[in-house]
């Protein structure tokens, strides 16, 4: 197939937010691509050229690409930064710069294959001079296509293709090119195991809906994660589960899924990507704990202090993650353990259709448990009594809270689903804030990896009346879209200043301070005492004062308070003390 028919299918696709006519679209893409070709259409259709779990990135810089299309538009760099920066979308200004370009003549028209295998090429090229190889075959790319092919060629370069087209979307369109609707079950589940639409696309191309019983578990393709539904309370989740479940520890770390074979053992993450050399510690203590040959096992990464054994929270091992320089220092510095919770094959065989005790018990059976590799910590319980005894003591033990498994013989490991066979509770459901704050900005501190050139994190205060002073109450960096993020710099220009404002109680020092000027909307899990933050010092427990816990921005500026109209300190006072009734009753 010419990838002009499947430009022009994207085309159509962005024109359109129904999702009907999307899936319409994508069957008809579907049924005209060839079974030597339909992986590609699938994997371009989502902006990618490989299944997620695959290392291999395009690693085109917008710049590299803006120079490439300079360079075949026979037109100034800066002109098309220019242009760039005023469109925001690299695939509409391509469009348009070959549009208007004498210099672009496309000969033979485009096939799918060659378009992937070219974008394939610019992937892998690595080492000296694969800079220039990327911007040589780009270049050739963009003076074959037409205009419309190089929206959608440059899109997937970014990685922004913009389409709309859902994963979900996807199986349902297979399942009606190559069965019926009622056949969608059976594709998902085929995608949840395998983690690869292409495979699954080319399996139905060649053997239709019988051929995906072929499909199966295999070591070192990560299966993604079942997932957890949500209740309000311990007493719900043991109604649901009919009276009697598995209570499990909800630890606050990494989720991470083992595959262990001839020794080895490599690690992958919840959202696919291979981990395996970011923990070393942990890929060779996996193997050394496993009594089997092979075997899928997964678990949550936890960060422990190695002096006290305490379970430390999740910020602490994110700060192990994407390294690749300096990890023999940080192992040193942020040991992990990870608590295996559940296993999914074991030398050969598919446990995943097994109720959960038995998986739990072959678990057991199969795993010595050492200071890199232990068992997650689980409770049968039949009585609300018993249920809230296990969920304090994972509280104590460092948790977030527990996780209730099914222990019905339908409780398989649904891949990829969120359902009723697993419950999460968490503290945070225990302690709620009812109510978002206002508060105010008096300080930030530098951004680090993807946030540098702008703020990591915000210092956010209330207002004491009584006092007249802003007192800190929690540090704010979730909740910011990237614009937001690096839109801030500029927001507080007016407002900075070189040292803390004489009117701002902080014990923490910032490494930019601000006028109190800014009001921005938050809400947080609960409000705790701290050592560190101001508000209300004193007024609770000696040498503490009170701070908002994992606090996120709602994305509302409260441009119509001043700084004097925040959230009162005596306010969050009042909040905490009706938090603390409820936590009570």
């Known amino acids: 197939m010419l990838y002009r028919e499947v430009a022009s299918f994207y085309e159509k696709l962005e ?81 348009k710069l070959l549009r208007t370009s004498s210099s672009s003549f496309p000969g033979k028209p485009l096939s799918v294959n060659e378009v992937h295998s070219a974008l394939v090429g610019i992937t892998t090229a690595t080492g000296t001079g694969s800079q220039e190889t990327k911007v040589r075959i780009l270049a050739e790319l963009l003076s074959s296509s037409t205009p419309l092919e190089a929206r959608y060629i440059l899109r997937i370069v970014v990685g922004k293709m913009r389409l709309g087209v859902a994963a979900m979307t996807l199986v349902d369109a297979l399942a009606s090119a190559f069965g019926t609707k009622e056949d969608s079950e059976s594709v998902e589940r085929a995608f949840n195991i395998t983690s690869d639409m292409g495979k699954v696309a080319r399996t139905l191309c060649k053997k239709g809906i019988e051929g995906l019983s072929e499909l199966k578990l295999e070591i070192n393709v990560p299966v993604r994660s079942m997932l957890a539904e949500r209740l309000p309370g311990l007493r719900e989740i043991l109604e649901k589960m009919g009276g009697r479940t598995a209570l499990d520890f909800k630890y606050d770390g990494l989720r991470m899924q083992a595959h262990i074979k001839n020794g080895k053992a490599r690690l992958f993450s919840r959202q696919l990507e291979d981990i395996t050399e970011q923990f070393p510690e942990i890929s060779h203590a996996v193997p050394l704990a496993f009594k089997g040959r092979e075997g899928i096992v997964e678990g949550e990464c936890v960060p422990v202090d190695i ?172 909740g910011f879209d990237d614009e937001t993020l690096f839109g801030l710099p500029g927001m507080l220009k007016d407002f900075q200043i070189k040292t803390k404002a004489p009117e701002v109680n902080s014990k923490m020092i910032a490494d930019f301070w601000f006028r109190p000027g800014l009001v921005l909307e938050v809400l947080g899990a609960e409000i705790t005492h701290s050592p560190v933050h101001t508000c209300c010092w004193n007024k609770i427990r000696e040498g503490s004062g009170l701070a908002i816990r994992f606090p996120r921005f709602t994305g509302n500026f409260r441009s119509d308070k001043s700084a004097l109209d925040a959230t009162t300190s005596a306010e969050i006072l009042e909040m905490y003390r009706m938090q603390l009734k409820k936590t009570k009753e």
């Open 15 to 95: 024109a359109t937010t129904k999702r009907l006519e999307i899936t319409s679209l994508l069957v008809e893409l579907l049924k005209k691509s060839s079974c030597e070709e339909i992986s590609s259409v699938v994997y371009m259709t989502h902006g990618k050229l490989f299944p997620d779990f695959y290392p291999d990135k395009i690693g085109m810089a917008e710049k590299m690409v803006i120079r490439t299309l300079a360079t075949v538009c026979r037109t100034d760099v800066e002109k098309v930064n220019e242009m760039w920066k005023a469109t925001g979308d690299i695939g509409l200004l391509g469009e």
């Open 307 to 478: 002096n006290t054994g305490e379970l430390l929270p999740f910020q602490v091992v994110s700060r192990r993650r994407g390294r690749k320089h300096g990890v023999e220092e940080a192992i040193e510095e942020f040991p992990v353990t990870l608590f295996l919770f559940d296993m999914l094959l074991s030398d050969g065989h598919d446990l995943m259709d097994m109720p959960y005790p038995e998986r739990r018990k072959k678990l057991e059976q199969s795993i010595e448990e050492s200071d890199r590799v232990k068992l997650s910590t689980v409770r049968y319980v039949e009585n609300l009594r018993d249920a809230e005894d296990f969920f304090n003591l994972a509280l104590q033990s460092g948790c977030e809270g527990i996780v209730a498994k099914s222990l019905s013989e339908t409780s398989v490991y649904q891949a990829g689903a969120r359902g009723w066979l697993w419950i999460k509770y968490k503290k945070d459901y225990k302690a709620e804030m009812i109510d978002t704050v206002d508060l105010v900005v008096v300080g930030a501190f530098a951004g680090r990896g993807r946030r540098s050139g702008t703020y990591g994190a915000l210092l956010m205060a209330t207002y004491n009346r009584d006092d007249d002073i802003f007192e800190t109450v929690t540090k704010l960096g979730s």
